[in-house]
């Protein structure tokens, strides 16, 4: 590998690729993401490539990429330059997609999407509801390139905002970023232009430029994605951070259960080096930087700003008063801008095509786009990339594609373990940093996660207090205790042993966790809790009142039987784990109540509706 | 340099890195805590401390052990808010520690005669202890021993010796006993014999010239390097001297 000795040389790099690729080159896109993966992706690239070998097929190239975000539908293939996308495809279907659809040019009906809702059938990626209600402005690249390829990074544009970056200097950049007000995506939605300033105006002989990969919410994984399928957008806006900061070292902390994001940033730190992007004088400038990976401490507190620069520093991760910010002093004392992965893979795009083109997509004061991964019950499920203030329903509903078997639709909980549960009328909110908080929810990294009319809300909320119990780090008297207190009475609710007395304790006790805790873990740790008992008041109180759960989810308060619509077919007395299912063939039968342990397995596999929960 | 603030209205003078916690009990001004001991760095973890500091114009609660006073900062250290939250980390820590006569005093003065909360129940037994570090920072801050240390997270919490076993960098001094703001750390001397319960340790005492037993081996050679003290200087205990 050669370096690129100069800004100007970048685009000239650029052209060379481009040459080899022609826009209207015949690629087989792979998606061996984790998902996909999951699904055995990596035999269907290496049955593609077998394939490809075996029938001759000499203009078609092959690509494994990241993560295409509809992981459900996995394994996601995608012919281009039309964007024809086979969902579900098996290794044992490879040899004649090769033969009809690459060589014959044939549409094979079965792999492609079919809408759950109107059954429709869809070719093209960008006609799928799932696509294309999406703004991808940083999942999108993913499907176009392999991630172990820089030279696919710079054939889209890749590192062009650096080289304009550094041809327009540090005053520009840093300019740029404050004027197209990105927001910090990993939770606080912070301003990151102006925690640059600050922290590149904080006196010192270092600075440090850090992305935060840590990534702990349960069910999250939007920065795993972007760091697997691309890691050099990150690379490439933190390079752009430094030069804007002022720093010569960076660090890129990623969670102990990401091995592949590692071994991906490793290897394009190397190709990086290896071009000039990164090391000494970068693009032959007066800007020299380099990047360390650091593993992450393995504890979800690990993600606070004060703990990862602990833990980088070696010592426990623990998060410490910040009465001084960190962007003035950090890590080892010295000033430390920390940004999320998603945050920083925005700022090229941010350079590359200017501030006034950012800020007209989303809202006023949240611009760009967010990264989601929607979950729970919702028919199409993945990572869905929207433009800020975007409507709920919208997400849910279009994108999302609604709620499975028809069920109705109850609660959406965004911002992860600390986000609060919105209620049906707020789905027509704007999702952007501002209108969740005033909610009482938030943001946070962009979990998503909706419910259904068979969710019971106290259950939620005891489920994420019983997270964040186990996550505090324990320093604080109200996060650890106050947490534990929390979940202890939120369980006496889904018992029947609470009373409205227990009620007022909970949110009395929720104000001090929230006003007296040290660091955001626990500050925002009642927001589950608090905003259920905001919107779903009526159902605490039918835990506490009448010793009924009316979702019939809470064991304690629930009981299964058995009507009169059984037709005595006995598959629910054969499939009980208690054995306590009795009577004859074609009669009706009756549950043993005191042997019961409610797993609900009778509920399920009934064909008669006959199995009744209360 | 000298720094100027307000304490409940009053103007007081600071100079700069003093804790406001400090700065506020030297003017006069009772502030409650668990974890905070002069000899040794705040910690932040009981939360009584809690203050309202106004700071350009932006109020909020915070707490004072490990607040590094500013110039200009407005604070007052009472008021019905604070008193409330007060009042609930003493009832959480009430439950932890129901037979310290220490923290039972200091919860009647917010009201706090019982807990609500059921008797402990913690992840990890905890036996008093409030996990306010106060023992394991005087042990590596001033014993130089750093024989204790805070394992696990959430609510398994526990503070102990690193591998629950005796701790061997352990000289039984007694400092942490000493520190401990709910009296968990049980010390006494016996037979010869000096004993940290909490942590398991035992170590046999050193005899005087007059065979005085007075102090653990372990610890007087400890002291002898930390202050350069001649070998024998112990042979005397300090009233034979
Ligand atoms: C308990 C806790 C966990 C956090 N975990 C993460 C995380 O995994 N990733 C992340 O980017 N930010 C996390 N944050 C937020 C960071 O402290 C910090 O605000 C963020 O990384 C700043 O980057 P941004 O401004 O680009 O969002 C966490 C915060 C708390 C309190
Ligand atoms: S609020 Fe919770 S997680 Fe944060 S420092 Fe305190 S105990 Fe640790
Ligand atoms: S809920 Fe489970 S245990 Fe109870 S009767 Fe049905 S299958 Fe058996
Ligand atoms: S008695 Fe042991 S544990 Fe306690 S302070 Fe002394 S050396 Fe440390
Ligand atoms: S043993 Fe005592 S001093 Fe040590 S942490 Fe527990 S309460 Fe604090
Ligand atoms: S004395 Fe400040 S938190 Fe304990």
């Not at chain 1, 429709?120 to 690249?141: A, M, S």
């Not at chain 1, 520009?172 to 912070?190: H, I, S, Y």
């Not at chain 1, 933190?238 to 102990?256: K, N, P, Q, T, W």
């Not at chain 1, 203030?389 to 109705?408: D, H, N, Q, W």
Request: with cysteine; proline share 3%.
């Amino acid at each position: 590998m050669t370096r690129i000795g100069k800004a100007s040389e970048l685009a000239a790099y650029r052209a060379e690729l481009l040459k080899k690729r022609p826009a209207d080159a015949k690629v087989v896109a792979v998606c061996c993401g984790t998902g996909c993966n999951a699904y055995g992706a990596q035999k269907v690239y290496a049955a593609f490539a077998a394939e490809l070998a075996k029938q001759g097929v000499k203009d078609w190239a092959l690509r494994s990429t990241g993560c295409h975000g509809f992981c459900e539908r996995g394994t996601l293939v995608v012919m281009f330059p039309e964007g024809m996308l086979y969902q579900r495809v098996k290794p044992e279907d490879v040899a004649e997609i090769v033969e009809k659809t690459l060589k014959g040019g044939e549409t094979l009906e079965r792999f492609l999407y079919d809408d759950p809702v109107t059954g429709e059938k869809h070719r093209l990626e960008h006609e799928i509801p799932f696509y294309k209600h999406q703004e991808r402005l940083i999942l999108g690249q993913n499907g176009q390139l392999n991630p172990e390829s820089i030279d696919d990074y710079i054939a889209l544009g890749g590192y062009l905002g650096l080289a304009k970056a550094l041809e327009h200097g540090a005053d520009w950049t840093l300019e740029e970023v404050k004027k197209a007000n990105v927001r910090g995506r990993g939770g606080g939605g912070f301003p990151a232009g102006k925690k640059w300033e600050t922290c590149r105006n904080a006196k010192s002989d270092k600075h440090y430029v850090i992305c935060n990969a840590d990534e702990g919410d349960p069910g999250a994984f939007m920065d795993r994605s972007v760091l697997e399928g691309n890691p050099h957008s990150v690379i490439e806006g933190m390079i752009i951070g430094a030069l804007a900061i002022g720093s010569d070292e960076g660090f890129i902390y990623v969670r102990h259960e990401y091995p592949l994001a590692v071994k991906r940033l490793e290897q394009a730190l190397v190709e990086a080096r290896g071009l000039g992007l990164l090391g000494e004088k970068i693009l032959g400038s007066s800007l020299s930087f380099d990047i360390r990976i650091n593993r992450g401490g393995g504890a979800f507190v690990c993600g606070e700003s004060t703990a990862l620069m602990a833990s980088i520093e070696g010592r426990v991760g623990e998060p410490r008063a910040k009465h001084i910010n960190t962007a003035i002093q950090g890590l080892y004392n010295k000033p430390s801008n920390l940004n999320n992965v998603e945050t920083w893979a925005n700022i090229p795009l941010v350079i590359n095509r200017g501030a006034e083109w950012y800020t007209s997509i989303g809202t006023k004061g949240s611009t760009g786009t967010k990264i989601f991964s929607l979950v729970g019950k919702v028919n199409n499920t993945g990572l869905v990339e929207v433009p800020m203030g975007m409507t709920l329903r919208k997400i849910i509903f279009e994108i999302g594609g609604g709620i499975p078997a028809g069920r109705k639709f109850k609660a959406v909980q965004t911002g992860g373990p600390s986000g609060g549960c919105l209620p049906a009328e707020k789905l027509d909110l704007p999702v952007d940093f501002d209108t969740l908080w005033n909610e009482g929810s938030m943001m946070g990294s962009g979990g998503m996660i909706v419910m259904d009319d068979r969710t019971c809300m106290v259950d939620v909320a005891k489920y994420f207090l019983g997270f964040l119990k186990f996550e505090s780090c324990g320093k604080c008297t109200t996060c650890r205790e106050g947490i534990r207190r929390l979940h202890e009475l939120v369980t006496a609710v889904t018992e029947g042993r609470a009373t409205e007395e227990t009620l007022q304790l909970i949110e009395d006790l929720s104000e001090t966790v929230e006003a007296a805790s040290l660091c955001a873990l626990g500050t925002t740790a009642t927001n589950p809790v608090r905003s259920t008992l905001k919107f779903f008041r009526e159902e605490y109180l039918a835990h506490v009142k009448e010793r009924r759960c009316p979702a019939a989810v809470c064991k304690t308060l629930i009981r299964y039987d058995i009507n009169e619509k059984c037709t005595g077919c006995m598959v629910c007395a054969k499939r009980c784990p208690q054995k306590c299912i009795s009577g004859e063939r074609k009669k009706l039968h009756v549950i043993d109540q005191s042997k019961c342990i409610k797993c609900g397995i009778c509920l399920d596999v009934c064909k008669f509706d006959a199995v009744e929960v209360k | 340099m000298t720094l100027n603030l307000t304490i409940n209205g009053v103007r007081v003078e600071a100079e700069e890195g003093e804790s406001l916690l400090d700065v506020a009990r030297r003017n006069g001004f009772e502030i409650p805590s668990l974890c905070h001991h002069e000899a040794v760095a705040a910690y932040g973890a009981c939360r009584l401390c809690l203050v309202e500091v106004t700071k350009g114009g932006r109020k909020k609660l915070t707490t004072s052990c490990n607040y590094e006073v500013l110039g200009g900062i407005e604070v007052v250290t009472e008021s019905a808010a604070i008193r409330r939250h007060r009042a609930m980390v003493l009832e959480l820590i009430l439950a932890e520690a129901p037979e310290s006569a220490t923290v039972k005093a200091l919860a009647a003065e917010y009201g706090v005669t019982r807990s609500r909360f059921a008797a402990s129940g913690a992840g990890e037994d905890r036996d008093g202890c409030i996990l306010c570090g106060l023992c394991a920072r005087v042990c590596a801050e001033v014993v130089g021993a750093n024989a204790l240390t805070f394992r696990k997270r959430g609510d398994n919490r526990q503070m102990g010796t690193p591998f629950v076993e005796e701790p061997q960098t352990c000289i039984a001094c007694g400092a942490c006993a000493w520190v401990c703001p709910t009296s968990c750390v049980g010390f006494d001397e016996q037979n010869g014999e000096r004993k940290v319960h909490r942590w398991k340790r035992s170590l046999p005492l050193a005899k005087t010239e007059k065979g005085h037993a007075f102090a653990p081996q372990f610890q007087l050679f400890h002291f002898r390097k930390l202050a350069k003290l001649e070998a024998d200087f112990y042979k005397k205990a300090p009233g034979e001297r």
